[in-house]
């Protein structure tokens, strides 16, 4: 693969809070089926950080861990392609989140949003606690861990990702020195002028100590505004401004996936904890039995009343599951009264539950065989282990705790 085409490295990993339903399959994992195709992926259970909310209730994961791998490997999640592997089971990230802690200010941590949000939304739960606290930094050590360029989430944890990004950046700011590069911009800095040098550096410690990005903003300014710096001086302090040191952990990016709209049974969004899923590996009369009950437009009260699809629950499943044009015909019913409603669901029907079929089919030799579950994170715990160690070599080495 040519350099400018390298897709780099994807890590994402899951709670294992529960079983996964149609709206993990639509929205995550078809997505880390075909990001395997393209780049070297990392996908794991995030145990540990199921932990940090669930620590009352410690056999969740016990109950849903194989579970949960067998319906990413339900949804095509091909263990030759993508390395699988259990959070706990690389003890390594736990020593990277320690010693990220180390530099990572508090203030930080307690401006993540979810921190507040998920406080306020379980509050059936006591999160005021240093592991809650320290969800986000654990997530960054997960990333930094295997050096990934691309991070598939949804809106909700980008703040994580962007948490991730500053940390590495104060890592590597801290740790990463370089003593002959520093020489050279410090040189340069002579060329600036006195007061304007001293203002740039101050602006570059804000950025990269604090994450104040106004403050590159403002030193960048600052260098194209000042007359006495050639094209040569400007490019090395514009390098030296973000960091220039040593690059120990590289920083990530957020590959955002599209938030695919999967509608639960009752129109809500599809979530466990609206009771209203339908799992990837459902039973076919339980689903059968739901979607025939599941609300449509209250207008058509009876046969004869004409509906309209965009206030229907139902309509956002066939945007999800039913061809362009035989969607139109089903709108056209709809609006005139041509179809019912049953009429409508039945094709619906057929297609998810020929989906649970093709998912089952995969699942099948993982149920029968739940010990072929085992070798497969057995060996991708070992694959993981090893990149692990690399990074954990170099950040103990620059931390002063390597000891030869
Ligand atoms: N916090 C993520 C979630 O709730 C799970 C997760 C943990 C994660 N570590 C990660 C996702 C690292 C991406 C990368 O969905
Ligand atoms: Fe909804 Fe289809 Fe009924 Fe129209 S016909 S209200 S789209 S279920």
Redesign the pocket.
């Given at each position: 693969m040519s350099l400018h085409s390298d897709p780099g490295r994807i890590l994402s990993g899951m709670r294992p809070t529960g079983r996964l339903h149609l709206g993990h399959y639509h929205g995550v994992l078809k997505n880390w089926a075909v990001l395997q195709e393209q780049a070297e992926c990392f996908f794991f259970v995030a145990d540990w950080h199921a932990l940090t909310t669930h620590y009352e209730e410690p056999g969740v994961m016990d109950e849903n861990v194989w579970e949960m791998l067998i319906d990413w490997l339900a949804a095509g999640v091909d263990p030759d392609r993508a390395t699988l592997f259990i959070q706990s089971r690389v003890p390594q990230h736990a020593e990277l989140h320690l010693l990220l802690s180390m530099v990572t200010p508090l203030g930080w941590l307690m401006r993540v949003p979810s921190f507040k949000d998920q406080q306020q939304k379980l509050n059936d739960r006591d999160l005021a606690t240093y592991g809650f606290l320290g969800y986000p930094l654990l997530q960054s050590a997960d990333i930094l861990m295997y050096r990934a360029t691309g991070v598939p989430v949804g809106e909700d944890q980008v703040p994580h990702v962007e948490l991730t990004r500053e940390i590495a950046r104060r890592f590597n700011h801290i740790f990463g020195r370089d003593g002959a590069f520093e020489e050279k911009a410090a040189d340069a800095l002579t060329r600036m002028g006195k007061k304007p040098a001293k203002e740039f550096l101050r602006l570059r410690r804000e950025w990269l100590q604090d994450g104040v990005g106004s403050a590159r903003e403002r030193a960048l300014t600052a260098l194209s505004a000042s007359g006495n710096l050639g094209n040569e001086d400007r490019e090395r302090l514009m390098g030296y401004l973000d960091g220039g040191g040593r690059e120990i952990l590289p920083e990530p990016g957020a590959l955002l996936t599209p938030a695919a709209k999967m509608p639960g049974l009752d129109g809500q969004k599809m979530s466990k904890s609206y009771n209203n899923t339908i799992q990837m590996r459902d039973d076919p009369e339980r689903i059968r039995t739901r979607l025939m009950a599941m609300p449509?437009?209250p207008a058509?009260q009876r046969r004869h009343d004409p509906?309209d699809?965009e206030k229907?629950p139902?309509?956002d499943l066939?945007q999800v599951y039913t061809q362009k044009t035989q969607r139109e015909e089903?709108?056209e019913?709809?609006k005139s009264a041509g179809?019912?409603?049953v009429d409508?669901?039945k094709p619906l029907l057929e297609t998810i539950l020929e989906e649970q079929s093709v998912l089952r089919a995969r699942a099948r030799p993982f149920e029968e065989n739940p010990q072929q579950v085992r070798e497969i994170i057995e060996s991708g715990c070992e694959r993981a282990k090893v990149v692990a160690d690399e990074t954990m070599r170099e950040v103990r080495a620059v931390v002063g705790t390597l000891y030869e």
């Amino acid at each position: 693969m040519s350099l400018h085409s390298d897709p780099g490295r994807i890590l994402s990993g899951m709670r294992p809070t529960g079983r996964l339903h149609l709206g993990h399959y639509h929205g995550v994992l078809k997505n880390w089926a075909v990001l395997q195709e393209q780049a070297e992926c990392f996908f794991f259970v995030a145990d540990w950080h199921a932990l940090t909310t669930h620590y009352e209730e410690p056999g969740v994961m016990d109950e849903n861990v194989w579970e949960m791998l067998i319906d990413w490997l339900a949804a095509g999640v091909d263990p030759d392609r993508a390395t699988l592997f259990i959070q706990s089971r690389v003890p390594q990230h736990a020593e990277l989140h320690l010693l990220l802690s180390m530099v990572t200010p508090l203030g930080w941590l307690m401006r993540v949003p979810s921190f507040k949000d998920q406080q306020q939304k379980l509050n059936d739960r006591d999160l005021a606690t240093y592991g809650f606290l320290g969800y986000p930094l654990l997530q960054s050590a997960d990333i930094l861990m295997y050096r990934a360029t691309g991070v598939p989430v949804g809106e909700d944890q980008v703040p994580h990702v962007e948490l991730t990004r500053e940390i590495a950046r104060r890592f590597n700011h801290i740790f990463g020195r370089d003593g002959a590069f520093e020489e050279k911009a410090a040189d340069a800095l002579t060329r600036m002028g006195k007061k304007p040098a001293k203002e740039f550096l101050r602006l570059r410690r804000e950025w990269l100590q604090d994450g104040v990005g106004s403050a590159r903003e403002r030193a960048l300014t600052a260098l194209s505004a000042s007359g006495n710096l050639g094209n040569e001086d400007r490019e090395r302090l514009m390098g030296y401004l973000d960091g220039g040191g040593r690059e120990i952990l590289p920083e990530p990016g957020a590959l955002l996936t599209p938030a695919a709209k999967m509608p639960g049974l009752d129109g809500q969004k599809m979530s466990k904890s609206y009771n209203n899923t339908i799992q990837m590996r459902d039973d076919p009369e339980r689903i059968r039995t739901r979607l025939m009950a599941m609300p449509t437009d209250p207008a058509r009260q009876r046969r004869h009343d004409p509906g309209d699809p965009e206030k229907c629950p139902v309509w956002d499943l066939h945007q999800v599951y039913t061809q362009k044009t035989q969607r139109e015909e089903l709108a056209e019913g709809c609006k005139s009264a041509g179809i019912g409603c049953v009429d409508c669901k039945k094709p619906l029907l057929e297609t998810i539950l020929e989906e649970q079929s093709v998912l089952r089919a995969r699942a099948r030799p993982f149920e029968e065989n739940p010990q072929q579950v085992r070798e497969i994170i057995e060996s991708g715990c070992e694959r993981a282990k090893v990149v692990a160690d690399e990074t954990m070599r170099e950040v103990r080495a620059v931390v002063g705790t390597l000891y030869e």
